[in-house]
């Protein structure tokens, strides 16, 4: 056989002869032997996934113990507030208009709670410059507030981060504050133990209803009056009409028909929070949900009665995109607005006449609404409550009644009292902890008490009490910022135990032996077994690791110490992995900065930046080593790939989110404008642009091998295709249903939409999957006639056959490279059109780096897979991401589902956030296998070799982010910019890991059996 370079083609001579010589084997032995060599591989193969299988289970413990100890929790204490035992004894007071009640007399019997999920305080201010589509159409709640300020009042309502609806919904209840573990349970949420003002309202007897928001029936299970609730569907966020209407329909004839069924209504109308997180607040959808808003709370305020208090919320607000779950002013200010055709409230205490008009002038904490609502309905306060009454409900119309501001916050002051010396008890705090707050309890207590005596105003007695409940949430807010140290280290120890194992793994000079491989197995398992006892008698002599985690510690510590001595019996050893070239020390160097760069916060907030950087750096260096190649062919080659990889990275930098701390020197393109969650008209054209151009780019890098042939023709010139042009006729519906588009009703469009969603998600994920797998290489076999050839073949006038197989050189490159265009058409469907534009690039620079790696004989070094590394995070920040809460597309969880299903709708979130580094780990193999000899002997031992160097570079930055999140664990911009990247490059690394395992490694397989049954075993 004889490869030639021109052609790229295989030509074959096979003469006739008279009789075979006795040497050559036989069919059969030729079978047997190819059968044992498959066999040999699968082996191998099987266990270098169990292999790497090992290290993600490290990975994922190392991030399990760190978060363990990182992400902070409290004590919930079981403790319920009783109506038989206030915290603080009060005078009778004075005949009036309020009823008996529990702890103080209440001022309601009734109420309806309405829940606007997500209505900024902004939103209900009105302004003479209406610039924006939110600006003066929600306008009855200030209108009500300035012109009837004693039934009414509109205050800013401070959400505590982080913004997201189910741990807000904890924090109105139980007026207690969040930690940010609770962030991950808004797609799950779980019953509510602790008291809370629901299961207080439940325990006197009230008839509770429930419409709107289903979350609060997975809090609140079996609360709510079954005959009168209705829920609804919570996350389908482009619905916006459903679960409104639905709670209009309900709530309105509840109060019009002067029904005694019921004591409490909560109705949470879901419109303005969807029409945010579909267009952004600045668009005319959010302008017609806020004025619907305002037509429905105009016709409840009519039905309403004398003896209901009717309040309006806001959960938490959105930023300019129409997202929330950070800490931004925009997301973190709701509005809160009260009223009753009672004359009772009042602004006198602060000497307000009206409303402020900024949340700077009189914000109250959320937390406030839980003991200002129990108040005002006779109910206890919660046990583990730790806001404040809400003065204006109480301040009262005339001049200020400073008896019973006193009294209010002296309740709610002795039950935080209260819970403040269980909470030291059971925790075992030094007592000292809550010194400033107790001294601030006694001096609060005699001025009340002097006050009671003297029977005087009671102005010093209530602000003494306020200083004492200030002074007890701050020191309440920094014993929730106790961190589990020990356990953070437990997890960074196993984080860096399992980099030290990937280095040494993936850059030894040379790539592991097969026959090392179970070995290795053998003695991690018997370790681990080890370990694990170890750990388990650990646990049960009652260590403060807990049993569970004493065994998990135990397995992972006795495993890698296996893997240790492993390396220290084999004879021959392995190399230190150390960079022995200059281009594996630009690898080591890139890495290293980066991972360093982390411990800046500035670093941190323009690292889309930086990373254009590190890529435009690689382009103008392997265009430099390209110009000093010996052969002219390899030269020209890699300048010119060289340079399109630096075009295609600045193309795709020119696609940005910015963060809010990048503003103002950041303009944000992904979206049609900053203030919208939508993609600009003339982004539509991108998707088809990708229809036509992509492909025949891929084309033409299959031409240049002579590899279009074969199965490429029918996956990359139809299906990938046809599945790129449904994709952009996908965006073109969801753009016609967003503006209106076309005379359809939503519900057509919407089955239109997810049904080609699902058609172009099955052609590429399972079809797709299907034919890669039986698929043949991408060759193409020519065989001319027979022809008499007596100059050739000497006086015996022998015949003689040429075969010329075209593709042969990059067989097993162009044939992976179709597993890669799979998960391509995966991903850019789930991307809005700017993102898609940016994975069809990140396809392109894909095959210009496997070029670049091959004009300059790279496949051993770390540069490619490092490269390929860079190039996933690059694109994440390009697809419309960043290292923050609100950047999360949750929408996309409904491209191809019309509801919430699990797993299928957080695979699609997670393929929408990470679907470049999904791509670049699916490609890892390309490095290895592009241009190389077909029967090129140790290719799954350098495969193994580059997935394990492109892991290595997520541990670095795993391991980078999570050592500076423990380290900077009291650093004021730690939940805002640390902690997030902490958490994405954790996801990121178990998500690379499993692709790289069962994609990249799995897919490879299928490759070297496809290849060998048309060449047989090398």
């Known amino acids: ?100 009640g529990c702890w103080y007399p209440k001022t309601f019997d009734k109420a309806v709670v309405i829940i606007i999920d997500a209505l900024r305080y902004d939103f209900t201010i009105p302004t003479d410059d209406s610039k924006h589509h939110f600006h003066n159409a929600l306008t009855v709640l200030h209108e009500t507030a300035v012109q009837q300020p ?37 797609f799950g949420g779980t019953a509510i133990e602790e008291d809370n003002l629901v299961a207080q309202l439940r325990d006197a007897g009230k008839t509770l209803v429930h419409l709107g928001d289903d979350t609060w029936h997975s809090l609140f299970p079996g609360y709510f009056e079954p005959n009168l609730t209705h829920a609804y569907d919570s996350f389908n966020v482009w619905d916006l009409h459903t679960v409104d209407d639905g709670v209009t329909e309900h709530l309105l004839p509840l109060l019009q028909s002067g029904a005694k069924n019921w004591d409490v209504i909560f109705g949470h109308y879901l419109g303005v929070d969807h029409a945010g997180h579909r267009y952004g607040p600045d668009h005319v959808a959010m302008n017609d949900k806020l004025k619907q808003m305002d037509r429905i709370l105009r016709e409840i305020i009519a039905a309403l009665d004398d003896e209901t208090l009717l309040v309006v919320m806001g959960d938490h607000g959105m930023d300019t995109k129409g997202d929330h779950g950070g800490e931004s002013d925009d997301e973190v200010e709701a509005a809160l607005w009260m009223y009753s055709k009672k004359s009772i409230f009042g602004h006198g205490h602060n000497e307000l006449k009206k409303p402020p008009r900024t949340a700077k002038e009189r914000p109250v904490g959320q937390i406030d609404f839980v003991p200002t609502m129990a108040l005002l309905l006779g109910l206890p306060i919660p046990f583990n409550n730790l806001g404040s009454p809400i003065s204006e409900a ?66 010093e007695g209530f602000a003494a009490f306020v200083r004492y409940q200030v002074e007890n949430l701050r020191v309440c807010r920094s014993l929730w910022t106790r961190f589990d140290v020990p356990s953070m280290v437990y997890g960074i120890i196993v984080l860096g135990c399992a980099l030290a194992i990937l280095a040494f793994y993936a850059r030894a000079t040379t790539p592991f032996r097969a026959e090392d491989s179970p070995l290795f197995i053998r003695q991690i398992v018997i370790y681990l077994a080890f370990g694990l006892l170890l750990g388990l008698s650990i646990g049960m002599t009652g260590s403060s690791a807990g049993m569970l985690d004493s065994s998990l510690l135990g397995a992972a510590g006795g495993s890698i110490v296996g893997f240790a001595c492993t390396i220290l019996e084999i004879p021959s050893g392995y190399p230190l992995p150390f960079p022995n070239s200059t281009w594996g020390w630009l690898s080591f160097v890139l890495t290293v900065l980066q991972a360093i760069g982390f411990a800046s916060n500035s670093f941190t907030i323009w690292e889309d930046e930086i990373s254009l950087l590190f890529l435009a750096t690689f382009a103008f260096l392997s265009l430099a080593a390209s110009i000093r190649q010996h052969t002219a062919k390899d030269r020209v080659l890699g300048m010119i790939q060289s340079s399109f990889f630096l075009i295609c990275t600045r193309i795709a930098s020119l696609s940005r989110l910015c963060r809010e ?69 996908y ?23 997810t049904t080609i969603a699902q058609l172009v998600l099955g052609v590429s994920l399972v079809a797709g999957t299907t034919y890669y797998g039986w698929a043949t290489p991408c060759i193409s076999i020519e065989t001319p006639e027979e022809r008499e050839n007596g100059d050739a073949m000497g006086t015996q006038g022998r015949k003689a056959k040429q075969m010329a197989v075209f593709g042969y050189s990059n067989m097993h ?43 300059n004989d790279l496949a051993r070094s770390a540069i490619g897979p490092v490269m390929l590394a860079m190039l996933g995070n690059f694109h994440f920040f390009k697809t419309g991401h960043q290292a923050t809460l609100s950047s999360i597309q949750w929408e996309t969880a409904f491209i191809a589902l019309r509801t919430i299903r699990y797993p299928w709708s957080p695979f699609l979130v997670l393929l929408n956030t990470y679907g470049a580094q999904i791509i670049t780990a699916v490609a890892v193999p390309l490095i290895v296998l592009w241009k ?45 910019i640390f902690s997030p990247r902490f958490m994405t490059a954790a996801v990121a690394l178990l998500v690379v890991d499993l692709i790289g395992i069962f994609v990249a490694i799995g897919g490879f397989r299928w490759n070297i059996i496809s290849v060998s049954q048309v060449l047989g075993w090398a």
């Not at 570079?953 to 423990?966: D, P, Q, R, S």
């Open 932 to 976: 190389q000899p077909p029967k090129k002997k140790g290719l799954l031992g350098e495969v193994a070799m580059a997935v394990a160097t492109f892991l290595l570079y997520f541990a670095v930055i795993n391991l980078a982010t999570t050592m500076w999140a423990g380290w900077l664990r009291r650093h004021l911009m730690l939940y805002r």
């Open 394 to 459: 109480f301040v009262g119309p005339a001049k200020p009644d400073w008896q019973k501001l006193a009294s209010v916050n002296a309740l709610s002051a002795g039950q935080i009292q209260r819970y403040q010396q269980a909470y030291t008890a059971v925790r075992g705090l030094d007592k000292d902890v809550f010194s400033v707050a107790n001294i601030l309890w006694t001096i609060a207590v005699d001025m009340w008490q002097g006050a009671q005596q003297k029977t005087a105003p009671d102005a």
């Open 150 to 186: 004693e039934t009414a009042f509109l205050l800013p309502f401070i959400a505590d981060p982080p913004t997201a609806t189910l741990q807000r919904l904890k924090g109105l209840t139980t007026g207690t504050l969040p930690v940010f573990i609770d962030a991950g349970s808004n």
């Open 813 to 855: 490159g162009s044939r992976y490279f179709l597993l890669v265009t799979n998960w391509l058409i995966a991903v850019i469907l789930l991307q809005k059109p700017m993102g898609g534009g940016s994975i069809g690039l990140l396809a392109l620079q894909i095959l210009a780096l496997v070029e670049i790696i091959d004009s």
């Open 661 to 729: 701390e990048q503003m103002p020197y950041c303009r944000s393109t992904y979206y049609s404008s900053a203030t919208s969650s939508t993609s600009a008209s003339w982004q539509l054209l991108i998707p088809f642009a990708l229809a036509i151009l992509l492909p025949s780019f891929i084309k033409g890098y299959y031409k240049g091998t002579r590899s279009y042939a074969g199965s490429a023709v029918l996956w990359i010139g139809v299906g990938l295709r046809i599945s790129l042009l449904a994709s952009a006729i």
């Open 731 to 753: 965006w073109i519906l969801d753009a016609a249903d967003d503006n209106n588009w076309l005379n359809v009703s939503e519900d057509t469009l919407r089955l239109v939409k």
């Open 1 to 100: 056989m004889e490869t030639t370079a021109a052609s790229s083609s295989l030509v074959q001579e096979i003469a006739s002869q008279p009789e075979a010589p006795k040497h050559v084997p036989t069919d059969d032995l030729i079978e047997r032997n190819n059968r044992r060599k498959a066999v040999q591989f699968k082996a191998s193969h099987a266990l270098l996934i169990l292999f790497f299988l090992w290290l993600f289970t490290l990975h994922a413990l190392g991030i399990y113990f760190f978060t363990k100890g990182f992400l902070l929790t409290r004590l919930v204490l079981d403790h319920k507030s009783e109506c038989a035992s206030p915290p603080i004894e009060l005078q009778k007071p004075s005949p009036g208009s309020y009823s008996a």
